[in-house]
T-cell receptor, first 114, second 106 residues
Framework: DGGITQSPKYLFRKEGQNVTLSCEQN?????MYWYRQDPGQGLRLIYY???????QKGDIAEGYSVSREKKESFPLTVTSAQKNPTAFYLC?????????????FGDGTRLSIL | KNEVEQSPQNLTAQEGEFITINCSYS?????LHWLQQHPGGGIVSLFM???GKKKHGRLIATINIQEKHSSLHITASHPRDSAVYIC????????FGTGTRLTIIP
């Protein structure tokens, strides 16, 4: 079955450490997105990629980095520059980068600071 | 400025009741999505609509483009419907509401 796989489900980061969240899709989608979810807030866009080898900053990109070297993979690195990384992170994909496309969600990664 | 407003924020109902969740947005859009988030965090897309009404099982979604308003209805609600329901809209990027937490009591 096609879908999006995020790993790990839970992740713990020490102060000053970079961590990478994995997102893989086998839906052959061009567009992929990373969102952050905090309690009481709507999902906020961190980075998005419309096509392989291209990505753009979203609304809250500071302290994060991404790559899109393969169509199916869009890993997110939370760097030590992100001062408040504790959140739920969701990876999403769609055929193209337009809101009138069905959105496919991963199961999320919950990141906590030790 | 809140571009999207969902109401109510929390809703508790008895099993079997008819449920309505509302979403109002402030700008023109090309599509509106209704999403369901279960306690574990995973999100499932329920509907994507740009006009009129869609139905899937006991769920019905409607949208009024002129009034910039959408509703999600659940008929014959069941405890397994307990979840957070989120609306999202946009033209390119999506803007997400904060969600309505629905609890159905047996």
């Amino acid at each position: 079955d096609g879908g999006i796989t995020q790993s790990p489900k839970y992740l713990f980061r020490k102060e000053g450490q970079n961590v990478t969240l994995s997102c893989e899709q086998n839906l052959n989608h061009d567009a992929m997105y990373w969102y952050r979810q905090d309690p009481g807030q709507g999902l906020r866009l961190i980075y998005y990629s419309q096509i392989v080898n291209d990505f753009q900053k979203g609304d809250i990109a500071e302290g994060y980095s991404v790559s899109r070297e393969k169509k199916e993979s869009f890993p997110l690195t939370v760097t030590s520059a992100q001062k408040n990384p504790t959140a739920f992170y969701l990876c999403v994909s769609s055929w193209t980068f337009y809101s009138n496309q069905p959105q496919h969600f991963g199961d999320g990664t919950r990141l906590s600071i030790l | 400025k809140n571009e999207v407003e969902q109401s109510p924020q929390n809703l508790t109902a008895q099993e079997g009741e008819f449920i309505t969740i509302n979403c109002s947005y402030s700008v023109g859009i090309s599509a509106l999505h209704w999403l369901q988030q279960h306690p574990g965090g995973g999100i499932v897309s329920l509907f994507m609509l740009s006009s009129g009404k869609k139905k899937h099982g006991r769920l019905i979604a409607t949208i009024n483009i002129q009034e910039k308003h959408s509703s999600l209805h659940i008929t014959a609600s069941h405890p397994r419907d307990s979840a957070v329901y989120i609306c999202a809209f946009g033209n390119e990027k999506l803007t997400f509401g904060t969600g309505t937490r629905l609890t159905i009591i047996p």
